[in-house]
């Protein structure tokens, strides 16, 4: 059973609107959650972490973790045709620092000009 | 800034041969890691060291070794190569084991094509 659960879209959503990503997770993954942005044939770039519950803030970037409820979200504001991409949720391992992330599948995000 | 640099960029293989991958981490960055991504998937962790031990081991096969050298880089050797081995491999690195997951950081990625 996979332990990071995604939504594979496509979301289309227009230029200067929110987008909204969500991420469901298992119990056996740790409560440390990765976001990640990948462009097609290319390497998974690092966009934010986050550790506790609530919001976060970085940029036109805000993630969101609620624990009780075991889901994670990323909220994109100003979207932009360049954010458009694939965005994986990933969750830390529950050993510690060194161990490996589980990825969803990832949510493929389409700005339409 | 400084990123993670992985060679080859790209690898043709044969069946049944063998192949060596390479990462070197970001400077100070003392762990890595290792994934394979197929066509379409997401990253599957393989394997990671962090001060040249092996820290968390996932889906590697037993085909595959790794290791982590006294500089901090790390190979990624594969051996009886099979077509189902065509993919994506990155490295990433990262600061060494704290009280939360680290911020790992990726490489390119090689991509290993296996005829």
């Known amino acids: 059973q996979k332990e990071v659960e995604q939504n594979s879209g496509p979301l289309s959503v227009p230029e200067g609107a929110i987008a909204s990503l969500n991420c469901t997770y298992s119990d056996r993954v740790s409560q440390s959650f990765f976001w990640y942005r990948q462009y097609s044939g290319k390497s998974p770039e690092l966009i934010m972490s986050?550790?506790?519950?609530g919001d976060k803030e970085d940029g036109r970037f805000t993630a969101q973790l609620n624990k009780a409820s075991q889901y994670v979200s990323l909220l994109i504001r100003d979207s932009q045709p360049s954010d458009s991409a694939t965005y994986l949720c990933?969750?830390?391992?529950?050993?510690?620092?060194?161990?490996?992330?589980?990825f969803g599948k990832g949510t493929h995000l389409i700005i339409q000009p | 800034a400084a990123g993670v640099i992985q060679s080859p960029r790209h690898l043709i293989k044969e069946k049944r041969e063998t192949a060596t991958l390479k990462c070197y981490p970001i400077p100070r960055h003392d762990t890595v890691y290792w994934y394979q991504q197929g066509p379409g998937q997401d990253p599957q962790f393989l394997i990671s060291?962090?001060?040249?031990?092996?820290?968390d081991k996932g889906s590697i096969p037993d085909r595959f070794s790794a290791q982590q050298f006294s500089d901090y880089h790390s190979e990624l050797n594969m051996s009886s190569l099979e077509l189902g081995d065509s993919a994506l491999y990155f490295c990433?690195?990262?600061?060494?084991?704290?009280?939360?997951?680290?911020?790992?950081?990726f490489g390119p990625g090689t991509r290993l094509t296996v005829t």
């Open positions: 986050i550790y506790s519950n």
């Open positions: 990933a969750g830390g391992g529950s050993g510690g620092g060194a161990d490996g992330l589980t």
């Open positions: 060291f962090y001060e040249k031990m092996q820290s």
């Open positions: 990433a690195s990262s600061l060494g084991p704290g009280t939360v997951a680290s911020k790992q950081y």
